[in-house]
């Protein structure tokens, strides 16, 4: 396990942005990282992780606390992290074997008022400096922990900014590389000499052990004109050479010197921003004077990691990024009568065989032609490699439904939501009150299911037309165009007209069933999905192409062949 810290003299300066970026890029590697928040007194990291760790209950404060003023030594790290799965274009199978990328020992809950008073109550005079203290094996003995517990390739560290006693021993005991960054100003130059100067005295080096040093000048402006690239250049050069000079008199070495600019998107909103393009890493014109500010984080990774990954980790990891570009394409360019799609899809399966998501977009591809069997076949492969999303659950379902096969259907909603996957739920909310309906479920429960729904996400138009649905079958109209008005009043897009007009037809008012079916062809209804509707809906076509008037909207919209379609249907 190589543990990294990232200090900063003042704050302000990207230190856990820094760090975030760097820990990202690890687990594309396939590398697990561990990332602890050691500045405790203004925390950052569960900012960062805030959408995907979730709530934070206890951290580092807290075990901290549990030894220095309880007395008692925690027997595990565990309960103060928090696991952080980060899916990635990968195999998927080597995906289940190690879900959780990331872990992450926060600084603790620093939204409660018990968070500050824990942190008040510890004494690091007493841990450090008090006689027979013991805050350097407490340390050493959660540095073991986490070696233990969670056996990740890397512990990063962010550190608290200023000359203070934690920053030193973490620095100095738990350290193997140290990230100095800083931004080009006197006091933070300064600051981080003093600190370098103190690092590199053999007598504060602890347990002996030799460490990298790496220096940051961050926050650059970005460059926009020739002239401003003459004074960049100036800025790194002088800075550089100041740097240098403070190491001179030791018997370290400063390991790199690295620049990371700014831009808007990081001074507005402090973004997470490296990102791994092929194009941009081997093809940027080197006379091109605007930096890259994902080049600059890459940069910095690898003077992190220059010794640590094999030719052969980054060979697979080129090829791994290859391929999910590749597949990134299909998925914007995504288009079902693309008749290379399929071949696409194969070029990406010779890179990285079964990759997640190819056999997803292979059924995709079948489902929206229409052939189900094959689409399922898809589907099902996609499940078995590892469809942690649950994109191809929620698919088959959908798929198994216009097969009328509402159990099997059934069954995969029911899985998807028990799985609590989040892209497709309120699809799968919506779909499994088709499923029950078809299987006999009464309406009225199946209605005041959908009112729960509604009263949960009242602007989503879909429900609506749920139960519009379930109270014209019942013969509720006045509820149902009720409820298919305020569908369309959230989104006026076809399916809802069509709704309506059904609700006119069987309510046997035929005006407004033709003057809706009209509306919901002049806003592209395409009349080819009734056909995969259930029986009750197809049954009013069947009598509606009866009706001259209705063939006469449909020849308007050169729609005619739909009588054709359904009389076909109604043969089978």
């Not at 130059?189 to 347990?207: A, D, P, V, Y």
């Amino acid at each position: 396990m190589k543990t990294i810290t990232f200090y900063s003299y003042k704050g302000g300066v990207g230190r856990t942005l820094a760090l975030v970026n760097i820990a990202n890029r690890l687990t594309e590697f396939g590398k697990k990282v561990c990332v602890m928040d050691f500045d405790l007194e203004a925390p950052g990291l569960n900012h960062k992780y805030r959408h995907s760790a979730g709530k934070i209950e206890h951290g580092l404060v807290d075990y901290i606390y549990e030894f220095a003023v309880n007395g008692n030594l925690p027997d595990s790290i565990g309960q103060y992290a928090k696991e952080i799965t980060k899916y990635k274009y990968t195999n998927e199978k080597d995906l289940n074997k190690r879900r959780n990328d990331i872990i992450f020992i926060s600084a603790g809950n620093s939204d409660q008022g018990e968070y500050w008073k824990k942190l008040s109550h510890i004494s690091w005079w007493d841990l450090f400096y008090k006689e027979n203290s013991e805050g350097i094996p407490f340390f050493l003995d959660l540095k073991e922990k986490i070696k233990k517990e969670f056996n990740p390739d890397y512990l990063l560290i962010d550190t608290r900014t200023g000359i203070t006693e934690t920053s030193a021993i973490i620095m100095s005991v738990l350290a193997d590389s140290i990230v100095l960054l800083a931004v080009n100003n006197d006091e933070n130059i300064c600051g981080t000499q003093r600190i370098i100067e103190s690092l590199t005295r053999k007598e504060n080096n602890l347990l002996g052990a030799s460490k990298e040093i790496h220096f940051v000048l961050t926050r650059l402006p970005q460059i926009t004109s020739p002239e401003e690239w003459t004074i960049d250049e100036a800025i790194k050069n002088r800075v550089k050479r100041t740097i240098e000079e403070t190491f001179q008199h030791t018997d370290v070495t400063l390991n790199s010197f690295n620049v990371i600019h700014s831009n808007k998107d990081i001074a507005l909103y402090d973004r997470v921003t490296m990102n791994y393009d092929f194009d941009e890493r081997k093809e940027k014109d080197k006379k091109d004077s605007t930096p890259s500010i994902s080049l600059e984080y890459l940069s910095l990774f690898d003077s992190l990691t220059e010794n640590d990954l094999s030719k052969e980790e980054k060979e697979k990891f080129d090829t791994l990024k290859r391929a999910g570009e590749l597949l990134q394409q299909v998925y914007d360019n995504f288009d079902e009568k693309d008749t290379d799609l399929l071949e696409q899809l194969d070029k990406i399966e010779k890179l990285v065989p079964q990759m997640s998501d190819v056999n997803f977009l292979r059924g995709r591809y079948y489902f929206e032609k229409s052939d189900y069997l094959q689409a399922i076949q898809y589907f099902n492969k996609e499940i078995e490699i590892g469809d942690t999303s649950g994109k191809s659950l929620c698919f088959r379902a959908i798929t198994y439904l216009l097969c009328k096969k509402y159990e099997e259907a059934l069954v995969d909603l029911d899985k998807y939501i028990s799985r609590d996957c989040k892209e497709y739920r309120l699809l799968v909310l919506e779909n499994r009150i088709i499923a029950r309906e078809q299987l006999g479920i009464e309406r009225t429960t199946l209605i005041s299911e959908c009112q729960k729904l509604i009263e949960e996400y009242p602007n989503y138009a879909r429900f609506y037309n749920s139960i519009s649905y379930l109270y014209y079958r019942e013969q509720e109209y006045e509820s149902a165009l009720k409820n298919i008005y305020k569908a369309i009043e959230l989104d006026p897009s076809s399916i809802y007209f069509c709704t309506l007009a059904e609700i006119n037809f069987c309510k046997g008012n035929m005006l407004e069933f033709y003057r809706n079916f009209d509306e919901a062809l002049n806003k592209g209804l395409n009349v080819e999905e009734l056909l995969d509707d259930v029986e009750h809906v197809k049954n009013i076509y069947k009598q509606a192409i009866k009706d001259p008037e209705f063939v006469r909207i449909l020849n308007k919209h050169n729609k005619a062949y739909f009588v054709e379609l359904i009389q076909k249907d109604a043969t089978k």
